[in-house]
């Protein structure tokens, strides 16, 4: 049955995390904002994600200021975030009172929608942030972190669907982050998946491997309800397909989205000159645009393979590029098929690099021992046992939910801070970055004397890495 396709556009998270390293402030956002909140978009994703941590890290800017100001500029259209589960923002479980405070106050701050996801679709990492989004009025958008592997078919991300939807999910999210959801397989999902489950489907994909407008026109005539695209200076390649390029083919069909052309012109405008800017710093690499087809081969999100290439490029190792990728798929295999998002592509991706360096399975980050022995959640598939063995020895691994071994933090957490908090959301900026958090309250406190030289940026967050390899930057740039 036909109906009108809802788009939520990215331009204010996804696409610059994609495109530019989440480096777009929030004074590049405001001249832009009075025309995209009369432009009618389902939500515009502005927050989460990779935001927060670039925001105290780079930018030298308040997350949750930026997010006031941003409900305050966009007073008639939802505001929308990325949510990682038990992760939150960062790249470690926290325990179930810092992520009930975390859903409140982002929801109090302006989030209406939570788009939360778990890097292994394991369930039990989601209960504790679904429940909380609903307990404090959110709308809750669990998603399905697609994958392909022999463990990952349909069926799989059907019966997926239906426990959300059981959860309590208003929307379910086909989280396509490594652009893998080829146009007839969307199509045969999102029918299913509109046939089984109650609640509407949005689906999220990129432009890394050349097909995410062909998946999004599949997925449309198969009847999925709102789509994720970017406003076109910085869409395509890493990025979202274009806003303008999806409306304009829909336009006077029974899909059509009812958006203006003109007034997405008119945006489009001001972000080119901030694409410009950025380009113009070095942040938004032309890199990024091109068709890389790789991603179909070797699963890895479009971001997590430029960074590969700096690392290695560090470590005067560039030339092993191409045994890095070829090593992907076998690290990912043995450690149970994993889809590749933060943050188990870059410890998938790491664990190739030592693997390649250093011989196969010779040393483990702490990241690949914590996957093995459970810490992040259920693995899909079947382990290696002989690898999981040189890893975690004898020890057994963890088989409830890994939360569930958590002591609350939050008093811990302000107690540490209490010479520094100027708002309760400080506690939950530390919660998640304590080092970089720290520094920024640090500034943020000498900014109130005169005299006083602003901190330095922090160096960004690292997985360890053996001395004379390589270290792989806990940053995708591609979820």
């Known amino acids: ?62 997350p949750w200021e930026r997010l006031r100001t941003l409900k305050k ?117 999102v029918k299913r998946l509109k046939s089984e489950v109650r609640v509407p489907i949005h689906l999220h994909t990129h432009n890394t491997t050349g097909t995410g407008d062909m998946t999004y026109l599949m997925a449309v005539q198969a009847g999925v309800d709102i789509v994720d695209c970017a406003l076109s200076p910085m869409a395509n390649g890493t990025a979202q397909p274009a806003t303008e390029s999806l409306v304009a083919t829909l336009k006077g069909t029974e899909y059509d989205t009812g958006l203006d052309l003109a007034k997405l012109a008119e945006a489009a405008k001001h972000f080119r000159k901030v694409a410009d800017k950025l380009k113009a710093e070095g942040l938004l690499d032309p890199k990024v645009l091109s068709v890389d087809t790789n991603t179909l081969i070797y699963q890895v999100p479009g971001g997590m393979l430029s960074n590969l290439i700096s690392q290695l490029k560090q470590a005067g190792k560039e030339d092993k590029y191409y ?5 992907i798929p076998v690290v990912r295999k043995d450690f149970g098929y994993p889809p590749l998002v933060t943050p188990t592509s870059q410890i998938v991706g790491t664990q190739a690099v ?47 939910r890994p939360a569930d071994l958590l002591e609350p933090e939050l008093d811990k957490f302000r107690e540490e801070i209490k010479d520094y908090i100027q708002q309760e959301e400080d506690v939950l900026s530390y919660a998640l970055f304590p080092q970089v958090a720290l520094k920024f309250f640090e500034a943020r406190k000498a900014a109130a004397t005169p005299v ?27 979820v």
């Open 354 to 400: 030592f693997n390649v360096l250093t011989g196969r399975y010779k040393s483990f980050p702490k990241e690949s021992k914590a996957v093995l022995a459970g810490e992040y959640g259920a693995l899909p598939g079947e382990v290696n046992e002989d690898v999981r063995k040189l890893a975690i020895g004898d020890k057994q691994p963890i088989t409830c």
């Open 73 to 189: 500029a966009l007073p008639h259209t939802k505001l929308q975030m990325l949510f990682r589960g038990q992760n939150i923002l960062g790249y470690k479980h926290y325990a179930d009172d810092v992520v009930e405070q975390f859903c409140r106050k982002a929801i109090e701050n302006g989030i209406d929608v939570v788009r939360i996801f778990d890097a292994l679709n394991d369930v039990r990492n989601l209960e504790a942030a679904i429940k909380f989004t609903k307990k404090y009025g959110g709308i809750c958008e669990p998603a399905l972190s697609y994958t392909i592997s022999p463990v990952h078919d349909e069926d799989h991300f059907v019966k997926l669907a239906k426990e959300l939807e059981q959860m309590g999910a208003d929307t379910i999210c086909i989280k396509d982050m490594a652009n893998l959801l080829l146009p007839y397989d969307a199509y045969s999902l």
């Open 1 to 62: 049955m036909a109906h009108k396709v809802l788009i939520t556009d990215t331009i204010l998270r996804d696409a610059h995390q994609s495109q530019a390293a989440t480096r777009m402030r929030v004074e590049d956002m405001l001249p832009a904002c009075e025309i995209l909140d009369s432009i009618g978009y389902y939500s515009l994703e502005c927050w989460g994600g990779a935001t927060f941590d670039s925001c105290l890290r780079f930018l030298n800017e308040d």
């Open 323 to 327: 045994d890095v990728l070829a090593e």
């Open 452 to 478: 006083a030289a602003p901190a330095a940026p922090a160096a960004p967050a690292a997985v360890a890495a053996p001395t004379g390899t390589v270290t792989l930057y806990v940053e995708d740039l591609s």
